[in-house]
């Protein structure tokens, strides 16, 4: 079985501030983890993928995130917020085996202020 | 290259009433799969397939019926429509999880008010 948990419904943050949004999973095997983008009345866009390469991983829009095994965690992170990285972030989690399914988290709301 | 096609976008159902979402994509990708998506539940699958002919149950099937006749098709019926069935709903397609996995695309979604 596996599960994801969100961290916070809603986070908000100053343009230029750091964003953290933070993700925590349960898998009982080996996972693929995944961070998607959704903006408001459209659907979701993938910012980056952890699939058992590197633990740092670069996305787009200058998103990252790191895998944690030890920590259970794929936080996503930005050192700069901007004005349009207000929306939905959902992260998600697949076992790299059998007829696993993608299961996301419940979501978080990035608001970003000037 | 179109990737994930949804149809309709939008639907007005009156309660008890019928339709069919249609699913397409063109990667020819095995597997795919119907989410909906309600205000602070994220997305649940409704059903998934991992291949032509093929149709399995995900977290919340009931009053859902699909088809997978071909393998670039995947259809979401809505046998009696219900309020409780007022989303949005999201397809998806993905290849068989391993090396080179890319995970999932999504189509653009459909919304779904029920009446």
């Known amino acids: 079985a596996q599960s994801v948990t969100q961290l916070g419904s809603h986070v908000s943050v100053s343009e230029g501030a750091l964003v953290l949004l933070r993700c925590n999973y349960s898998?009982?095997?080996?996972?693929?983890l995944f961070w998607y983008v959704q903006y408001p009345n459209q659907g979701l866009q993938l910012l980056l993928k952890?699939?058992?390469?590197?633990?740092l991983v670069k996305g787009i829009n200058g998103f990252e995130a790191e895998f944690k095994k030890s920590e259970t965690s794929f936080h996503l992170t930005k050192p700069s917020a901007h004005m349009s990285d207000a929306a939905e972030y959902f992260c998600?989690?697949?076992?790299?085996?059998?007829?696993?399914?993608?299961?996301f988290g419940k979501g978080t709301m990035l608001l970003v202020s000037p | 290259n179109a990737g994930v096609t949804q149809t309709p976008k939008f639907r007005v159902l009156k309660t008890g009433q019928s339709m069919t979402l249609l699913c397409a994509q063109d990667?020819?990708?095995?597997?795919m799969y119907w989410y909906r998506q309600d205000p602070g539940m994220g997305l649940r699958l409704i059903h998934y397939?991992?291949?032509?002919?093929?149709?399995a149950k995900g977290e919340v099937p009931d009053g859902y019926n699909v088809s997978r006749l071909k393998k670039q098709n995947f259809l979401l019926g809505l046998e009696s429509a219900a309020p409780s069935q007022t989303s949005v709903y999201f397809c998806?397609?993905?290849?068989?999880?391993?090396?080179?996995?890319?995970?999932?695309?999504f189509g653009s979604g459909t919304r779904l008010t029920v009446v």
């Open positions: 998806a397609s993905s290849s068989v999880p391993g090396q080179g996995y890319y995970g999932y695309t």
């Open positions: 898998s009982s095997v080996p996972p693929y």
């Open positions: 952890y699939t058992s390469a590197a633990t």
């Open positions: 998600a989690v697949i076992m790299n085996s059998g007829y696993s399914t993608l299961t």
């Open positions: 990667m020819n990708h095995e597997y």
């Open positions: 397939s991992v291949g032509e002919g093929t149709t």
